[in-house]
């Protein structure tokens, strides 16, 4: 990372994930790869992501409670789950080898890129959100896992949730990615810490990376954007694809 035009670039792929994953998802798909080809090792690189995504969150947070859009307390109750969940998951990344991880990622990649390809359509409508009861419980047991998953890697985790929680929570696109940004905070937190303690954070690295992740979450977040760019989908796709072939045939 000595490269004087590293530093500008990150702010700028920061900006386009703290946009993207706050609209959606995905973005670390695209920071991964980023701070992996500048020489980071791939553990390395997952926890100094976590210090932009503690930032991007953070700020996509305040966007949108500037907006009045929250939904407490069902995303502290399944947020609090997925920061146990993010305990987990973050220590199961700094113990496993290095080069089974780049295996996982590499096949991660892949299985995103057809979540993002082939999901469905997300419509907005007036519904009737389902936030109590079983659903509160279901919801809790469900983003324990994915914050074993966000814990071990994160990325495309956006794409996930949010399916999860317009599908079965029957919220709006707004509402659901309100929750989602607070959610992956808690349990980013949590992670961080987890890295930190390993030595698996490049804190300079992390911080430029979060100038822009910070700047791209709080506009996204108060613009309320209904959907990604398509652009920016393909894009992050073939990223994502060559990254996968690298990672599986090729060593780091």
Known sequence: MEEWYYYPLLIIVGFVVGFVNTIAGGGS???????????LPPAIANGTNRVAIVIQTFMATLGFRSKKVS????NTYVGLCALLGGIIGAKLAVDINE????KILAIVMLVVIAIILLKPKIKIDHLNERLQGKYLWLGMIVFFFLGIYGGFINAGIGFIMILYLHYVHHMSLVRTNATKVFIVFLYSVAALIVFILSDKVNFKIGLILAIGNATGAWISSR???????????TFLVIMVALLAIKLWFFEL
């Open 223 to 233: 613009l309320s954007v209904k959907k990604g760019d398509g652009f920016i989908r």
């Open 71 to 74: 939904t407490f307390p069902f």
């Open 99 to 102: 080069a089974v991880f780049s």
């Open 29 to 39: 798909l695209l920071s991964l790869p980023i701070l992996i080809f500048m020489g």
